[in-house]
């Protein structure tokens, strides 16, 4: 029997084989200007004094890491090598690493949601992936074996229905929509009463993403929670914002208004593969407090993963042990 228990693990250890693999594909960039921006200090000093510790910090920002994450990463590597009494320079790199893996990490209840009565709305400005994101978390959901809901809130842009529809026959679940233009608070009160209905376990709500008219955003957005809180109080509630990590600071930026206008219990940083600005991942789980929750590094379904803080980090570093 324990053959037939290795067969049946092998796909899984080879979905997160594949997955690890794309994420050291997909950092390149980020690697090649942040890591060896990090060896040439690690390699250009030979003690640990001001000097040192101001190159790291240079070396941090610029890889979109930010002033705020930089610093606390920075303080919290010079408390452990005094703490450790460390006088070797070679010996930072692991607690560098240490130190942002601590600042990223993601808590242990942060997808109870998936096992609970749960309405996940996603919010962000068009173009970020939010629509696309919807679908292939529908479909990992419906292939974790629940069943799923959409609701199609994104009213206003032309083509978010239609990709919304795609996606919903694609993964094989039923799509709540109206009509182009129509009231967004609408169709989300008819999907809730559908999932409630056909006894759903999860609905995913996706909505418009007009961050320029902010005020109009907010009242769309209260109004909808209205409804939800209305109709469906006994639901768990999840907002997660969709965020493009092409865009580097601007997605921080993005995160901060987003936070004002919803209560966000996550982010999906999507397109981290090409770009150098993948440390972007950092700064935003540091200095919101509000943890990335997926990361998507590919056009593909299975390319929208939970995040693991730990082979983030170790994909950044290309440490694979």
Known sequence: MPEENTEENKPEKSKKRGFFGKLIDGLTKTRDSFVSGLENVFSGFSEIDDDFYEELEEVLIMADIGVATTEKIIENLQEKVK???IKEVAVCRQLLVDSIKEQMR???DAYDFENKKSVVMLIGV???GKTTSVGKLASQFKSDGKKVILAAADTFRAAAIEQLTEWSNRAGVELIA???GGDPAAVVYDAVNAAKARNADILVC???GRLHNKKNLMEELKKINRIVEREYPDACRETFVVLDGTTGQNALAQARQFSEVADITGII???LDGTAKGGIAIAIQSEMNIPVKYIGI???IEDLQKFDADAF???LFETKG
Do not use: S
């Open 206 to 208: 996706d909505t418009a």
């Open 313 to 315: 980090v170790d994909a």
């Open 178 to 180: 109206g009509q182009e």
């Open 126 to 128: 068009n173009g970020v």
């Open 83 to 85: 703490e450790n009494k």
């Open 106 to 108: 993601v808590h242990d």
């Open 269 to 271: 940083l999507t397109k």
């Open 298 to 300: 590919g056009e593909h």
